[in-house]
């Protein structure tokens, strides 16, 4: 792996500490040179979000605590974990999948325009189109004018592939630790999907990377502040 010198102040950042959210503890996931991954589009969401005082974030992910830490230190921010991928596994294990859409409709409570960036992962490859649909409308909803919306879009789709936990290693490097869950990919998105799905939102940057897996970072054009 290029770049193999950043591996040990991973490992130090990474390692129990307090933060903002004593409740969370930090994880220390062993580091498979194979699973870091380069980012070329987050440090661009880092950016946008750095630009804004006191920026609120969302991260639809897990709650992985090094993270926390990482956002809290790095932008200052307020951080709302929405855990939709809780959500997926819980509709999937109660056989309730056909209510998803409607819970996902209600399941954001921020104001509107009121949240600067989102972190979406690799959420939407693992959702049924109406959710995905109902989910991209209410972020597009609390985005606020010139905020960030950071996500991974699969362009192939492997046998079984499962959820990933991302780990930031720095502004550059993701660590893509895939683990165990109830929910497989349902399909893959082409370019013109996921346009539709964020119809609302600009595509600021879009990278594919070797892993497969297209990088796309939206922001929210300043014209639909207008009344």
């Known amino acids: 792996m290029s770049g193999g010198a950043k591996v040990p102040g991973f490992l130090s950042r990474l390692a129990p500490r307090r933060t903002a959210e004593p409740s969370v503890a930090a994880e220390v996931y062993p580091v498979d040179p194979d699973l870091v991954v380069p980012s070329k589009a987050f440090h ?3 950016a946008a979000l750095r630009s804004r005082p006191a920026p ?18 790095t932008l200052g921010c307020k951080i709302h974990v929405e855990d939709i991928y809780a959500d997926l596994e819980r509709f999937e294990r109660e056989q309730r ?72 290693v720095d502004e550059n490097t993701l660590l893509h630790r895939p683990y165990s869950n109830a929910r497989m990919q349902q399909a893959v998105l082409q370019n013109r999907d996921i346009i539709r799905l964020f119809d609302s939102l600009r595509v600021n940057d879009s990278f594919l990377l070797h892993t497969n897996v297209r990088e796309i970072l939206f922001r929210k054009p300043a014209y639909l502040a207008a009344p």
């Open 44 to 46: 661009k969401f880092i």
């Open 56 to 73: 609120v974030l969302i991260d639809l992910g897990p709650v992985i605590g090094s993270n926390v830490a990482y956002f809290g230190e």
């Open 97 to 168: 999948l056909a209510e998803l859409p409607a819970f996902a409709a209600a399941r954001f409570q921020q104001k509107d325009a009121s949240v600067d960036g989102i972190l979406c992962w690799d959420l939407f490859d693992f959702l049924d189109r109406r959710t995905a649909q109902a989910i991209a409308s209410q972020l597009a909803r609390v985005l606020a004018v010139n905020g960030a919306l950071f996500g991974f879009f699969s362009t192939a789709h492997p046998h079984a592939r499962r959820l990933t936990k991302f780990v930031v």
